[in-house]
């Protein structure tokens, strides 16, 4: 049985309406998505806060052994990781969740395993557990980069759809080793040929800062290639990590003892911050640069579940520890459309299990939410309102954290940036930092009321929270008890100047 803490995790807020979903007027491919043709449309009143994870790996992530002089490596079913498609659905319904994608990665033709067997049991699965919208896709081995997620909708073609991307485009496919598929340009053509597919995928980039060497020292995914890949299909490449998997690795008793192999998230060289990557964490950093030009630009929390901690992994259950909340109705279309669209905030340690950010007029007529615009008239005043639950009893390392500070951060956008390898926003800074004596709590909900007065330019509004008594999220060491260091961070509202 779930713990009391978890109780009612699909509840909605039902607090106040649903507000537009658009970005700042700019270039056109920061626009919203047209929604796709033939999928009925969802009344907003219906959507409610859904918990995920779209970063799960099964026994056909795989490992691979030599074969004979010549040929391609031989796989080996559960040689990386360990559990089948069931398996994981299983315990992701265990652990509160709603939705989540299976996401193998690839080798010498990895296309043909994830069509021809992951596939097939994904399907047995979906029999299996009605309960769970559970998408098919898989982590791109991204072709001048590292890892992302690419998500396909649920269509009859979904799996012919993967096969295309996946043979085409992913950088470890061919054999022997060709490096022509392992370049930057490989992956905006690649994205492209997404954004053309009749039902097109969501692209995340998977632990974006994990080959970091320091902040600000990026590794083999860099701020101007988000940039192009976001440039290159807008309504596809939407995205990043907030807050990587591998966080258990300090519970591993089967661990070895080299300290460097227990930093949350292996991030051994520049740690995790809070347990979230630096391009999220640092407040006027790479996400706040994105933000300030008007992308749509979201972060999520995954679990990256290759294997448990009690079996000699570095991972959690999916759900377990890390969850995306998307608001959504109870639909393939409408979880999609939510992580599309931003309607989206991250929790670790089951910190929150609701947050709802809305930014209104001073009348109250006109508002938007978490991924949305408001429009306003020059000179306005705008309040924001913030509702959170935070659920009680214990989560599931047994502790009952409480939500002990919440920060309400505010950056300018300024169109597009003249340095695309830029990763500041030197106009963000956190507006107001909220505690137990500056907002109202009735039992698990929390409110709280902030009035941003005479906005005269674009801007967009965030929130953060935490367990601890930090005001910034410090480096995370080797050993950590990650379920000590608690944070949760709702994706942005855009507010938008007549």
Known sequence: MAPPRLAGLALAAGLLGAGGA???????????????????????????????????????SVGWTPSAAGASPAPVKAGDASNPIPTNATMGLKYGLSWMVSTDHGGPNHSKINRDEAYPELLRSRRQHPGLIHFFGMELDVPGAEHASVILPRTPAERDALFGIESRFNRREPWPADPTWNTEARMVEALKHMGTIKAPPVVIAN?????????GAYGLVSPAELRNWNDAAPHVAVGMEGAPGHQAASLNTKAAADPDDTYRGSYRRAPTLGGFDQMTARVGGFWDSMLGEGRRWWVTSTSDSHRHYTEGGNDFWPGEYSKTYVKAARTYDDVLDGLRNGRVFVTLGDLVSEVEVVAQTADGRRRAEIGGRLKVARGSDVTVIVRLRDPAGANFGGKTPEVRRVDLIRGDITGPAADRTSDRNPSTRVETRFGPGQWAKDGERIAMTYTIRNVTQPTYVRVRGTNGAELEPEPDVPGEDPWSDLWFYANPVFIDVD
């Not at 056109?28 to 970063?55: C, E, I, S, Y």
């Not at 632990?207 to 902040?215: E, G, K, L, N």
């Open 22 to 60: 658009a970005a700042h007027d700019g270039p056109h491919h920061f626009d919203p998505p047209a929604p796709r043709a033939g999928v009925p449309k969802v009344d907003p009143a219906q959507r409610r806060w859904l918990a995920g994870d779209h970063h799960v790996h099964s026994w056909f």
């Open 207 to 215: 632990h974006p800062a994990r080959t970091a060497s320091a902040i």
